[in-house]
């Protein structure tokens, strides 16, 4: 059965960076995009961008271009890393992954404090 | 950016009654339009994707329907465990969009 488990709550200051882990189990990881989302207290979802395991190539919705990686390493996980942290960049950020255009699959969430 | 803007933002119904919630898109996105279930402290679910297509597993009272650019999602007998927030996105183009969300509370 298809996985995403996340790495857990991180509390950064401003300024800093932080990294999220998704490691991916029971589905052939290089067959289907991770997309990045993310929900800010009291928001909706926002989409941030994906990562084709296969190729490597990535895109980004434009207010993250610059601040924003998205990587993946031994055909099981992916990461996404999120520097320059401001304080609303506070947010519950989820890996989920791409089938027919969809997210059908997502992680667990990561909760991600920004506080100085 | 295509935009998304769901209707309503909430709504209270009762248990059996049909819920209704609409999304329009201000550009086209031809049948790359899905939607989500996501309950507080939960990941989001995939319910419908490519306007129609219900994921496995989801109950059938879940329907999607409609065409560029306004698309529904119906629940046929809304049941106690559907309360939660529902949004759509389209996939069309990148970036992929979602819906502001549309909160369904139980009368």
């Known amino acids: 059965q298809a996985q995403l488990v996340q790495s857990g709550a991180e509390m950064k200051k401003p300024g800093a960076s932080v990294r999220v882990s998704c490691k991916t189990s029971?589905?052939?990881?290089?067959?289907?995009?991770i997309n990045w989302v993310r929900q800010a207290p009291g928001q909706g979802l926002e989409w941030m961008g994906r990562?084709?395991?296969?190729?490597?190539?990535t895109h980004f919705a434009e207010k993250f271009q610059g601040r924003v990686a998205m990587t993946t390493d031994t055909s099981i996980s992916a990461y996404m890393e999120l520097t320059g942290l401001r304080f609303d960049d506070t947010a519950v950020y989820y890996c989920a992954r791409g089938y027919l255009g969809a997210c059908d699959i997502w992680g667990q969430g990561t909760l991600v404090t920004v506080s100085s | 950016d295509i935009q998304m803007t769901q209707s309503p933002s909430s709504l209270s119904a009762s248990v059996g009654d049909r819920v209704t919630i609409t999304c329009r898109a201000s550009q086209t996105v031809g049948l790359f339009l899905n939607w989500y279930q996501h309950k507080s402290g939960k990941a989001p679910e995939l319910l419908i994707y490519?306007?129609?297509s219900l994921q496995t597993g989801v109950p059938s009272r879940f329907r999607g329907g409609g065409s560029g650019p306004d698309f529904t999602l119906t629940i046929t007998s809304l049941q106690p465990e559907d309360v939660a927030t529902y949004y759509c996105?389209?996939?069309?183009?990148?970036?992929?969009?979602f819906g502001q969300g549309t909160k369904v509370e139980l009368k």
């Open positions: 996105q389209q996939t069309y183009s990148i970036p992929h969009t």
């Open positions: 990562i084709d395991p296969s190729s490597g190539d």
């Open positions: 490519t306007v129609n």
């Open positions: 029971g589905y052939i990881f290089t067959g289907y995009y």
